[in-house]
């Protein structure tokens, strides 16, 4: 079944340290972004490609940073820069970046120790 | 500057009562309008949409929205909540027709009570 695997499902950060979330899809498209999501408030932006090499800032970049080498992966780097980083992080996926359908991940759960 | 307000943070319905959860936007320019589904540890799920047209949307599990524009609303209802409904609901507006200027609403957490 085609879909986007986003690992791990939780994750834990120390301080002063960068930490890795992964999102894959084989759902074939184009444009990708990620999200934070905190209790109580709607989603947030942070990145988004609309394709291969090429990523853009959200409302919420500082602190964040991601790649995009191959059209199926998406990972987004939690950096130390980042002071607030608990959340849950969302990956999502549209077939391109004029279409408003997006598909969800099932998420991580960042905590700090 | 487009905005989404959902109104209660919380509703508690008892089963095979209808459910009302509530949604306004401003929007400069004729928006696309969504609902989406969250279930616990999961991301989100299209629920339904509006873009053009007809003004009563038809969407999965029953649910259905209006857009009213006069009212600035696009309410999400269903006739009769059943135990599997219970999850949070966002309400989205998308005044560009891209993805990356989605506005989410903050979420309405649904509850049925048995």
């Known amino acids: 079944d085609g879909g986007i695997t986003q690992s791990p499902k939780y994750l834990f950060r120390k301080e002063g340290q960068n930490v890795t979330l992964s999102c894959e899809q084989n759902?074939?498209?184009?444009?990708m972004y990620w999200y934070r999501q905190d209790p109580g408030q709607g989603l947030r932006l942070i990145y988004y490609?609309?394709?291969?090499?090429?990523?853009q800032k959200g409302d919420i970049a500082e602190g964040y940073s991601v790649s995009r080498e191959k059209k199926e992966s998406f990972p987004l780097t939690v950096t130390s820069a980042q002071k607030n980083p608990t959340a849950f992080y969302l990956c999502?996926?549209?077939?391109?970046?004029?279409?408003?359908?997006?598909?969800f991940g099932s998420g991580t759960q960042l905590s700090v120790l | 500057a487009q905005s989404v307000t959902q109104l209660g943070s919380h509703v508690s319905v008892s089963e095979g009562a209808l459910v009302l959860l509530r949604c306004n936007y401003s929007?400069?320019?004729?928006?696309?309008l969504f609902w989406y589904v969250q279930y616990p540890n999961q991301g989100l799920q299209l629920l339904l949409k509006?873009?053009?047209?007809?003004?009563l949307v038809k969407g999965i599990n029953g649910f259905e929205a209006e857009f009213k524009k006069s009212e600035t609303s696009f309410h999400l209802t269903k006739p009769s909540a059943h135990m599997s409904d219970a999850a949070e609901y966002f309400c989205?507006?998308?005044?560009?027709?891209?993805?990356?200027?989605?506005?989410f609403g903050s979420g309405t957490r649904l509850s049925i009570r048995p």
């Open positions: 999502a996926s549209t077939t391109d970046a004029t279409n408003e359908k997006l598909f």
């Open positions: 759902l074939n498209h184009d444009a």
């Open positions: 490609s609309q394709i291969v090499n090429d990523f």
């Open positions: 929007s400069s320019v004729p928006p696309y």
């Open positions: 509006y873009t053009t047209g007809a003004t």
């Open positions: 989205a507006v998308n005044p560009y027709s891209s993805a990356s200027k989605i506005i």
